[in-house]
């Protein structure tokens, strides 16, 4: 179980993508990588994470999404 600080802060995803997702020709990144990196954003910015659909669907208005051997990738991504 994760614990977060009170009062939470809203924020909306695209101040996390614009800051730890990079756009990086060549690059894939796996899915949950992005994910857990911004899970743990979340827990340094005092704010709770937005499911992982509502971060994918964001990342699918700047990357390419596909699967590989049943794991879900974006290319042209480099989380940092």
Known sequence: ????????????????TSVKVLK???????????YNTYKDWCRKSNTLPYPKNKLYK???KKYEKTKINGKI??????VL
């Open 1 to 16: 179980m994760e614990i977060y600080a009170k009062p939470y802060v809203k924020h909306q995803i695209s101040k996390f």
């Open 24 to 34: 990086r020709d060549g690059f894939k990144c796996l899915g949950m990588d992005i």
């Open 58 to 60: 964001t990342l699918e």
């Open 73 to 78: 990738y974006f290319l042209d991504a480099e």
